[in-house]
């Protein structure tokens, strides 16, 4: 059942409601909670023999540095000393150890015999000489410890596969590699083994060092914030955040899945015909047509719905009129048939209406109500019950509820039985939705049957994780957000697009007819943010934006070197933006939510995503954790909006499990009041003059709406037709790289692309990257397969060239834009996931090639901070979200 939250208690409301201290009128108020996501495993501490391995690395990789940087003078000081030998020594010695210097190759031995005084004259030769033979000494203790290091690390690396936590988590992937997961858990040292050892431990280590969630990978929970803790900085990174005991398996069932099966349920009349109807959409009239928008989910083998929409026309006339009314609320078909028969009075001919109804069925104008809530927790369930209405469908309603326990039990299922538990509900569910006519589409990948989080279901500790030096600085980094959101260029454009179509302060009855207008400015607002205006004029207010950015990176210019490994951002030009923004996009209130993690080595916190708040990242979990969570979540909402706010939730499944959510206020926006307090045909999207804004605008009383949706799936890949109800509070769209410079390395295989690690005040925005493209990762490849089996020379070699730091996370290189948002959304989450890669851990160096091999057209590699290798102790990842609020300006 929805979850309606009850008034605030006045005491926490106080508590709750602080504001971080800033100058002016621009203030940011900080949720008093946080959402905490960890790994369920800890990375390994790293062995004594990794550590002499990790130790020599390093040393073989600061020598190879300075032979780098002694190159250049070094063959200047060899061309400039031609005058103290004769000819024949310059020509049969120097020029050809100049050009072995110049070219990084190794002269023969021979060579290096006849060099006589020559050191002795060109000091730098000399320290090329010792360098190298620091080199060759580094090299040869590599090789003596790479095999007791490789031993140590598979030694780690056995003990985490035996860790039932990652067992269960790799079953939902694929029961090949729970085989391997387990056969590495017992040391198998065979070819087999070998083969398989990149694969596993890649899982490994998405299993330690990533806190996306899934299933037993990473853990969840909620707990209140204190007030913040006095000092520059917070404490170390939490080990402890997320109690090893109690943790709690959440499993649901895939709802693609269920939106399929309802779908084939529905295929048959009987059971259709007996469900409330309604339009599809409000009907549109312009010179005697009217028009609808209508649209089928069509289940395509993952974990979403597939939406097609169309418009459809229609010649205006009464009975069409009758049904809008009709059908508010939705009502069963021989009512409609009733009720249309007695309003068009006497002439009317009760076959004729009946007739009539069917084609509107027929044609998708006239659509049943969902014979169960989208939100409900117990979908499965609930449609056996409703089935259970016909004693015919008694077998059919056996079967989900067959389906419904299986998946249930799944939880508490070990490793060993899931693969099996898991092949049994997918034939289940072919064999179901092929009995009732709906087949799933054949060639795609095999059949996801639920979902599984983890989560800590008591409230956290989190007292003292964030300084007042940490509110302060995201409080600042606020205002940041917001100047670079696509969120307010894109309401600008949508604004534009509106006043130009139904004028300043027009009313648009319809808002599926604006959803094309959403969309195109979505995607003008990117085209805007990363291509820069184009010829014309800019959309209106957008120009300040524009000013307000360019003078930005002035001072960042002015402040700091665009060549060096950081760049930090100028804390007082930062400061100042808040007061400095427009009216305009001041006007309504606002919400971010910070991903952070602590670097314990230095207090640095590493912001690794801002998306929006309104406790969008906190209610997929909010089921599954203390109802205290819900309750204040519900109130942070209210205090975010401000007083007299009529706040209206949106909760569209679409198939995706994580957009199932409690709802947080009392009002949630559908296409009807069946599973809602207010249906689409209550609003209008309207331009409210007073704020120059657009707006929806209740009907009934003239109250506009704060619509918010707290949904995972990004909106666009949800129906167009909603798309203004999506967009209401469409802020978290933000992007730093605009701020840095971007620098050429030169490389084998081509230049790589450098930037600099971005930060505002301790706060890292942006880690250092190096962009590689096909031929330098081919490159890399070749060197490393050419290296022995633990290439460390290489390594050591690459990570001199270009500067690299010894953890890395190894990311796919980005794709070019198609400029159509949702194929570039779904070509990003066909990428491959993003991987820590350790350049001093032995078995990752043997693994590193095949890692590569997944990315041909190229790769990105990114600093890890904070980085989990080579501790002292078993490390989690761990990471905060972490809201603040920024009230609107009347």
């Known amino acids: 059942m929805p979850q309606t939250p009850g008034p605030a208690a006045p005491a926490a409301e106080r508590e709750a409601d602080r504001t971080t201290p800033q100058a002016g009128r621009y203030q940011v108020s900080p949720a008093p909670y946080a959402l905490a996501r960890a790994t369920v495993l800890r990375h390994p501490a790293q062995p004594a023999e990794g550590a002499a391995f990790r130790d020599a690395l390093a040393r073989l990789t600061a020598v190879e540095t300075e032979l780098a940087a002694l190159t250049g003078p070094l063959c200047d000081d060899l061309y400039a000393g031609a005058a103290g030998h004769d000819r024949e020594f310059q020509r049969a010695v120097v020029l050809p150890l100049r050009r072995a210097v110049h070219n990084g190759r190794e002269p023969r031995p021979a060579l290096l015999a006849r060099l006589g005084e020559l050191p002795a004259r060109v000091p730098r030769l000399a320290a090329w000489l010792a360098l190298r033979a620091d080199r060759t000494a580094l090299l040869a203790a590599l090789d003596d410890r790479a095999d007791a290091a490789l031993a140590a690390d598979r030694t780690a690396l056995a003990a985490l596969c035996r860790e039932p936590a990652l067992a269960r988590a790799v079953a939902l992937t694929s029961s090949d590699l729970l085989r391997a997961v387990q056969r590495a858990g017992t040391g198998a040292a065979d070819r087999r083994a070998r083969k398989e050892e990149p694969g596993v431990l890649r899982y490994a280590l998405r299993a330690s060092t990533k806190t996306s969630p899934l299933s037993w990978f990473t853990a969840v929970g909620w707990g209140p914030l204190s007030p913040a803790a006095p000092g520059p900085a917070a404490p170390p990174a939490p080990h402890g955040v997320l109690p090893a005991e109690p943790l709690s398996a959440q499993v649901t069932v895939n709802r693609a ?111 049943p109500v969902d014979p169960v809530d989208p939100q409900d927790r117990e979908p499965l369930t609930a449609l056996a019950g409703w089935l259970r209405t016909w004693p015919e469908d008694a077998e059919p309603a056996a079967r989900i509820e067959e389906i419904a326990r299986e998946t249930a039990a799944f939880a508490a299922a070990p490793a060993d039985r899931r693969p099996a538990l898991l092949a049994a509900l997918a034939t289940r569910w072919t064999d179901l939705l092929t009995d009732l006519g709906r087949p799933g589409p054949e060639g795609v990948a095999p059949l996801s049957v639920l979902a599984e989080d983890v989560v800590a279901p008591e409230p956290l500790r989190l007292d003292g994780l964030l300084s007042t030096a940490d509110h302060t600085a995201l409080a600042e980094l606020t205002a940041l957000a917001e100047l670079l959101d696509l ?404």
Request: hydrophobic fraction near 45%; proline fraction near 10%; include cysteine.
């Open 487 to 890: 969120g307010p260029l894109m309401r600008r454009i949508a604004r534009d697009r509106f006043v130009a179509r139904y004028g300043p302060g027009g009313v648009c009855a319809h808002p599926w007819e604006f959803g094309e207008d959403i969309a195109r400015a979505w995607e003008e607002a990117g085209r805007l943010a990363f291509a820069g205006p184009a010829d014309g004029p800019l959309p209106s207010g957008i120009a300040e934006l524009a000013a307000l950015r360019a003078e930005l990176l002035a001072s960042i210019a002015a402040a700091g070197s665009t060549a060096g490994e950081e760049l930090v951002l100028p804390a007082e030009a930062v400061t100042a933006l808040g007061d400095r923004l427009p009216g305009w996009a001041l006007h309504r209130p606002v919400g971010y939510a910070f991903f952070v993690q602590r670097d314990p080595a230095d207090g640095l916190l590493c912001v690794n995503h801002v998306y929006g708040g309104w406790g969008r990242f906190t209610s997929r979990f909010l089921d599954a954790l203390d109802p205290a969570a819900t309750a204040e979540v519900a109130r942070q909402i209210r205090r975010g909006l401000g007083p007299g706010a009529r706040p209206a939730q949106i909760r569209p499944v679409g198939g995706f499990n994580a957009n199932l959510h409690p709802r947080l206020v009392p009002d949630e926006l559908g296409p009807d009041r069946h599973h809602s307090t207010l249906g689409e045909g209550e609003i209008d999207l309207v331009h409210d003059p007073d704020g120059d804004q657009l707006r929806l605008r209740l009907r009934a009383t003239g109250e506009h709406l704060d619509v918010l949706y707290a949904g995972f799936l990004a909106p666009i890949m949800l129906p167009q037709r909603i798309a203004a109800l999506l967009s209401d509070h469409p802020h978290g769209v933000v992007d730093f790289r605009g701020l840095v410079p971007r620098r050429p390395l030169e490389a084998p295989g081509g230049p790589v692309l450098h930037t600099p690690r971005l930060r505002h005040r301790h706060l890292v925005l942006r880690r250092r990257r190096w962009q590689l493209p096909g031929g330098t990762l081919r490159a890399l490849r070749a060197e490393l397969a050419a290296d022995g089996e633990v290439p460390a020379h290489t390594a050591a070699r690459w990570r001199a060239l270009l500067d690299l730091p010894e953890q890395l996370f190894l990311h796919p290189l980005p794709t070019p834009p198609a400029g159509r948002p949702a194929e570039d959304f779904m070509a990003q989450l066909r990428q491959p996931k993003p991987q820590f890669v350790d350049l001093g851990n032995a078995l990752h160096l043997r693994c590193l090639a095949r890692w590569l091999a997944r990315y041909p057209e190229g790769a990105v590699l990114e600093e890890a901070l904070p980085a989990p290798g080579g501790r002292a102790e078993p490390f989690p990842a761990v990471e905060l979200v972490v809201e603040t609020y920024r009230a609107g300006r009347p």
């Open 257 to 367: 899945l269920v939106g399929a099966l309802t779908a084939a349920l529905l295929a048959e009349p009987r059971r259709r015909t007996a469900l409330p109807h309604r339009l599809t959409s409000t009907g549109r009239v312009a010179d005697g047509r009217v028009a609808y928008t209508r649209g089928r989910e069509v289940y395509a083998g993952g974990r979403f719905l597939v939406t097609g929409e169309e418009q459809v026309e229609l010649a205006a006339g009464r009975p069409l009129e009758l049904l809008a009314g009709l059908t508010q609320p939705p009502t069963p078909l021989d009512e409609l048939a009733s009720g249309l028969t007695a309003a068009l009075g006497a002439a009317a001919d009760p076959r004729t209406v009946t007739a009539y109804l069917d084609r509107l069925v027929g044609a998708g104008l006239l659509v």
